[in-house]
């Protein structure tokens, strides 16, 4: 990444995560980003909901200037913890960074919870006595003012404490909305009883839902100041306990791997923390044990289950030479693996950091509701102050006037603005972990919207990419299985894709092959050689034409009714007579089918996209329930037109999503409007795409757009509410029409709703 800095040349960016400390809602976070992007140099992005900015800066500005800024700002920063070292006697780093984690998460949520609970006990009572006049005895208020002031002191003090901080960089946040309306209920009903006639023995007060009238010498609002202070207490505990729920999955992600393991060094079995594991070591995996890194299995045979990095249920069978992946459990046999990645290049740090990445971002909704939010409280606070003036003016009196300006106040808090997108993109993108899909950011979100049209490469995504035997035609007289049999005896000894197919499928139905006597390979054209004494020859038509042998017509027929379904025909033949025809195709994944209708279902136009011939596309396409008019199926492109492809569907006005693995999908992949990438794949596709799909089934596709949507959808439903409850609240509240108590708890259940909305994509399927 660039940078333009102001003097217009280029520079190359660092990038740097800071903790941001102090910041109690979006308006805070839109200060402290609009401050580093002044900077120059400087682009950075502040999440709210993870109390975290990313930061991309020129070299000659440094993490200290960038902290220096924040600070300024009235904020602290400070760079993420490193994780902890990994100590035998505790466990390891990773148990005891996740303990450190969890508690500071239980110290965010008690500090809050104490002062709501406190809170509550004291200011229940003042409510009940100031709505409820049979309640009221000689005296009351004095009561109501001795539990009322500790509420709106200490109860409400982290909002003094925000506010005063704000006011001394000149700054104006939500907090200062909810100190302002506490400190002058309170301060107002101090004059009435020391100043005014609210102090006389046996004073009753009675409850209005809307503005009071009364005599302003007489007029209470202690059990606003103390009422409102609890109820935005009570939100904020429940906004930070459903915050820190939308982070669980990714916490729950981390927390996957393994926390020791046990090293084979000099003949030896060692146990050892899995921080101390290096490449190339190898490490024993006992039944029941997680594989505590990305390796590959060197001995033993056994089933793993990946199901908390794919989603996928099935266990998956693993033998010598296979990839595993760490956090996996090994189930059955003993493995002995190689580790191939450690640290953060394992593939669950990978995901790990991909889901931070996206959580960390911003969809172009949200930049919008963090302008508003940025001039929101200065607005408000004109707005109260006009709507003070404005009674006054029309004659409602001082008490009426200071009720309205109190509730416009504390209704137009813009919390749930701030809230709506972050926490929806936390549970959407920790969602999408556990199922295996992996959302690379918020822009993704917009996209998925649009597109209309899914490219799907053939080989690798809608096929295994693996050749098998699909059919067995015998000559006249002759045996299938042993015409099978004799075939793979020979196909056993080459590496040939379609020879592997033969010798696996003769091995499945006929046993295990005998061994040639003479092999010899035929480069292009097949394998010829002499089993149990006979001289077999399998391969194509061709090599069978050069010793004078010719297909029989039944034969010849067979040939070309495979070649019309796409399948490759291979030819046997020994002791002077072609014996039988093989067909191998590519085999198309069980699941293609279901996942072609699943997307057609979302409203896209599947395109089937291959090099192989047209007529194994359009058989492959066929199976899948691909149409194959209308230049749905695309085929003999090279790799490098794959992007011409996508760029044509774009220029007919498509908004093209593209589905491949391969390192020959990845232009395409960076070129399409969304690219999907099978996790199964290489790391170039993976880098290249939006989404992620770690496991290798396409209906996975389908569901990652499916999530993508869903989760666009709450963030717009959230906003949607955020910005309607502003805009039909302030109204309300300046006409004199709510209760400042009342404004109190619906602002507190405007964000408290946010967030649960969000929290519903958790039962996404």
Not at 572 to 593: F, I, M
Not at 720 to 733: D, E, I, R, S, T
């Amino acid at each position: 990444m660039t940078i333009i800095t102001a003097s217009g040349t280029q520079a190359p960016a660092d990038e740097v995560e800071l903790v941001i400390g102090g910041m109690t809602c979006a308006s805070c976070a839109a200060r402290v980003e609009k401050k580093l992007n002044r900077m120059d140099g400087v682009t950075a992005t502040v999440n709210f909901a993870t109390g975290k900015a990313r930061v991309s800066h020129a070299p000659g500005v440094s993490v200290g200037d960038l902290i220096a800024t924040v600070e300024k700002t009235g904020y602290t920063a400070q760079p993420p913890p490193p994780p902890a070292p990994a100590r035998p006697e505790d466990g390891t780093g990773t148990a005891a960074e996740a303990g450190a984690v969890e508690g500071e998460g239980d110290r965010e949520l008690s500090s809050p919870r104490q002062r709501f609970l406190v809170s509550l006990a004291l200011s229940a009572p003042v409510v009940l006595l100031s709505m409820i006049p049979a309640l009221q005895f000689d005296n009351w208020q004095w009561l109501s003012l001795t539990l009322a002031a500790p509420v709106v002191v200490w109860g409400a003090l982290p909002f003094h404490r925000a506010a005063w901080t704000n006011a001394r960089h000149g700054a104006a946040t939500m907090d200062t909305l909810v100190s302002l309306g506490t400190t002058a209920a309170l301060g107002w009903s101090l004059w009435a009883l020391f100043l005014g006639d609210a102090g006389m023995p046996g004073m009753r007060h009675g409850f209005e839902l809307t503005v009071s009238r009364a005599d302003a010498s007489s007029a209470l609002y202690l059990e606003v100041a103390a009422g409102v202070t609890t109820f935005i207490l009570l939100g904020r505990y429940l906004e930070a306990r459903s915050r820190r729920s939308a982070g669980a999955a990714l916490r729950a992600l981390l927390e996957l791997g393994a926390k020791e393991v046990t090293v084979l060094r000099d003949g030896r079995e060692e146990r050892i923390p899995v921080a101390g594991l290096a490449a190339g070591d190898r490490f024993l995996v006992r039944p029941g044990e997680k594989i505590a890194t990305d390796g590959t299995v060197v001995e033993g045979v056994s089933a793993v289950d990946a199901s908390m990095l794919t989603g996928e249920s099935v266990p998956v069978d693993v033998a010598p030479g296979d990839a595993v992946a760490g956090a996996t459990v090994n189930i059955s046999g003993r493995l002995v693996v190689r580790a191939t990645r450690v640290g953060s290049g394992t593939q669950l740090a990978r995901m790990a950091a991909l889901v931070e990445d996206a959580q960390n971002g911003k969809a172009e909704v949200q930049r919008l509701a963090d302008r508003v939010s940025a001039v929101f409280v200065p607005v408000v606070l004109l707005i109260s102050l006009g709507t003070l003036a404005f009674w006054l003016g029309t004659g409602g009196g001082p008490a009426a006037a200071f009720t309205a300006a109190v509730a416009v106040l504390i209704i137009a808090c813009p919390c749930a603005l701030g809230l709506a997108t972050p926490t929806a993109l936390m549970v959407g993108t920790g969602r999408g972990a556990q199922l295996g899909i992996l959302i690379k950011g918020p822009e993704v979100l917009e996209t998925t919207r649009r597109v209309d049209t899914v490219v799907l490469d053939k080989t690798g995504t809608v096929t295994t990419g693996v050749m098998e035997l699909r059919d067995v035609v015998a000559a006249g007289g002759e045996d299938g299985d042993e015409v099978l049999r004799l075939a793979g005896a020979l196909e056993h000894a080459s590496e040939h894709p379609v020879a592997r197919a033969i010798a696996a499928g003769a091995a499945e139905r006929a046993g295990s092959p005998p061994a040639p006597e003479h092999f010899e390979n035929i480069a292009g054209l097949g394998v010829r050689g002499t089993v149990e004494g006979r001289e077999v020859a399998v391969g194509r038509e061709r090599l069978l034409a050069e010793s004078g042998l010719e297909l029989t017509p039944e034969l010849a027929g067979a040939r070309a009714a495979a070649e019309a379904e796409g399948r490759t025909a291979v030819a046997v033949a020994w002791d002077g007579r072609v014996r039988g025809l093989l067909a191998v195709a590519d085999a198309v994944k069980p699941t293609s089918a279901e996942a072609v209708t699943r997307l057609r279902a979302l409203g896209l136009t599947p395109v089937l996209l291959t090099g192989d011939n047209r007529a194994v596309a359009e058989a492959v396409a066929r199976e899948v329930g691909i149409d194959t008019s209308g230049g749905r199926v695309i085929a003999e492109v090279m790799p490098q037109d794959k992007v011409d492809v996508v760029r044509r569907l774009q220029a007919e006005g498509h908004s093209v999503a593209m589905v491949g693995d391969g390192v020959n999908d990845a232009a395409a992949l960076a070129t399409a409007d969304l690219g999907l990438a099978m996790g199964t794949g290489t790391d170039a596709a993976i880098e290249a795409g939006d989404l992620t799909l770690v496991r290798g089934d396409l209906r996975v596709a389908a569901d990652a757009i499916r999530l993508s949507r869903r989760t666009l959808a709450t963030i717009r439903g959230n906003l949607l509410w955020a910005f309607g409850y502003n805009v039909a609240a302030l109204p309300l509240a300046a006409a004199g029409l709510l209760n400042p108590m009342i404004a109190g708890a619906a602002m507190a259940f405007s964000s408290v709703f946010v967030v649960t909305n969000s929290l519903r994509l958790r039962a996404f399927r």
